[in-house]
């Protein structure tokens, strides 16, 4: 069956590193478009991120922007998220979730996220 | 990026009609997703391009949007439909949720 599951979640200091990675099954990954999503303790969603299916396109909320970095290997159907300088407010559980875009005049742009994984809890703090 | 603005929270009684409102200055030219999350679980999409229903979704959940705003419907709401749920549209660059409404059926 179509699935997602995440892994590399942890506790980590401050100014510290951690790589997420999101495993895909069931369903052809190369032809997808892939977003990270987060909700801190208690709060809402927020979107992180996005990269197209072959990788040439990738973009970023602000509040991550030159610290976070999403990246895709379609031959292990996986994708990552590549998380430096690692701040209090980065605490959260991280989704990754399938892109099912929508297209009008030929081309296509990403749209809903129509399946997710379970999450993985990120706790920053000393 | 911009704002979607929710009402915090929305409650009816069993087998009333919920409505759920999402605003936001470029929903006239985005469209709206919405997505339900249960305590505890992944969220699931239960609404897309504004007013389509994903297969395995009940057909009492339906879309809409006018102008600046966005609206979820739950037409003879259930027990079962008490859930957080937050829209969700795209910018030039990505995208932005609102803030999430607490559904409440009792």
């Known amino acids: 069956q179509v699935q997602l599951v995440e892994s590399g979640g942890g506790v980590v200091q401050p100014g510290r590193s951690l790589r997420l990675s999101c495993a895909a099954s069931?369903?052809?990954?190369?032809?997808?478009?892939m977003h990270w999503v987060r909700q801190a303790p208690g709060k809402g969603l927020e979107w992180v991120a996005v990269i197209w299916y072959d990788g040439s396109n990738k973009y970023y909320a602000d509040s991550v922007k030159g610290r976070f970095t999403i990246s895709r290997d379609n031959s292990k159907n996986t994708l990552y998220l590549q998380m430096n300088s690692l701040r209090a407010e980065d605490t959260a559980v991280y989704y990754c979730?399938?892109?099912?875009?929508?297209?009008?005049?030929?081309?296509?742009?990403?749209?809903?996220?129509?399946?997710w994984g379970q999450g993985t809890m990120v706790t920053v703090s000393s | 990026s911009y704002e979607l603005t929710q009402p915090p929270s929305v409650s009816v009684s069993p087998g009333q009609t919920a409505r759920i409102t999402c605003s936001g200055d470029a929903l006239p030219k985005k469209y709206a997703y919405w997505y339900q999350q249960k305590s505890g679980q992944a969220p699931v999409l239960v609404i897309y391009e504004d007013s389509k229903r994903p297969s395995g979704i009940p057909e009492r959940f339906s879309g809409s949007s006018s102008g600046t705003m966005a609206t979820l419907t739950i037409s003879g709401a259930q027990v079962e439909d008490e859930a957080d749920y937050y829209c969700?549209?795209?910018?030039?660059?990505?995208?932005?949720f609102g803030g999430g409404t607490k559904l409440t059926v009792l």
């Open positions: 969700y549209s795209t910018d030039s660059s990505g995208g932005v």
């Open positions: 069931g369903f052809t990954f190369s032809s997808y478009g």
């Open positions: 979730a399938r892109d099912r875009p929508w297209c009008s005049g030929g081309s296509c742009y990403p749209g809903a996220f129509d399946i």
